[in-house]
């Protein structure tokens, strides 16, 4: 069983173009995550939903809008792509940190390639 | 094989020896850490936590080390083997930003046959 699947895992698009990409997870979490990692592997938070709730929304072009339809989906929406978008995001979950764990799981990624 | 210093890019070790991966932390008041595991073309995987009450913790083949005087952590990997080739991130969380763990940049480590 898949505990955090993305879709799709490679996105070749052409600048201009609205994309986007799907996150679920089967885990039972209520926290989910939006993270873009560059060429040189830096992982940076971009967005957090806890329970549908937009907890988290780091310094990012208004081109991206998460949307979660319940607390198992998160979604990444592109407007406009640059070239600068290119990039692998990562959709994550976790538990509330109200316990001693407060690990995040990782979904496979999803690979963007504007050209 | 040891990184040096407070980030290496890049650790290359031999298969059997003993790694050690550095990472200095930027938040005095983070008191979670976690160390996270990246296989080429797959998303990041735990290996082990600390919190700030504790300055040692042992896993399977791994050892985490905290010194909270000098902001710094350590990944200890015992006999290391061509499996742990990867990436290494380790991560911080305080309490008071609950959600957010921030990563700090990579060390890509190599297994010598």
């Known amino acids: 069983d898949t505990a955090v699947s993305q879709t799709p895992k490679y996105l070749v698009t052409q600048m201009g173009n609205d994309k986007s990409i799907k996150c679920e997870q089967n885990?039972?979490?209520?926290?989910m995550y939006w993270y873009k990692q560059d060429s040189k592997k830096f992982l940076k938070i971009m967005f957090s939903?806890?329970?549908?709730?937009?907890?988290i929304n780091e310094t990012v072009p208004n081109r991206f809008s998460p949307k979660s339809p319940d607390k198992a989906h998160l979604n990444l929406h592109i407007n406009s792509l640059e070239l600068g978008d290119s990039a692998v995001y990562f959709c994550?979950?976790?538990?509330?940190?109200?316990?001693?764990?407060?690990?995040?799981?990782f979904g496979p990624g999803t690979r963007l390639t504007v050209t | 094989g040891e990184s040096v210093g407070l980030h290496l890019p890049t650790l290359s070790v031999q298969e059997g020896d003993n790694s050690i991966i550095n990472c200095a932390y930027s938040?005095?008041?983070?008191?979670?850490f976690i160390w996270y595991k990246q296989e080429s073309g797959k998303g990041p995987q735990f290996i082990i936590d600390?919190?700030?009450?504790?300055d040692k913790r042992q896993g399977q083949r791994v050892t985490v080390l905290l010194n909270k005087t000098v902001k710094h952590l350590s990944l200890q990997i015992a006999a290391t083997q061509p499996g742990d080739s990867a990436v290494y991130f380790c991560?911080?969380?305080?309490?008071?930003?609950?959600?957010?763990?921030?990563f700090g940049a990579g060390t890509t480590v190599t297994v010598r046959a």
């Open positions: 939903y806890n329970n549908k709730e937009l907890i």
């Open positions: 991560a911080e969380n305080f309490f008071a930003n609950d959600y957010k763990l921030s």
């Open positions: 994550a979950s976790s538990q509330a940190r109200t316990g001693l764990n407060y690990e995040q799981y």
């Open positions: 885990l039972g979490h209520d926290t």
């Open positions: 938040n005095s008041a983070s008191d979670y």
């Open positions: 600390i919190r700030s009450n504790m």
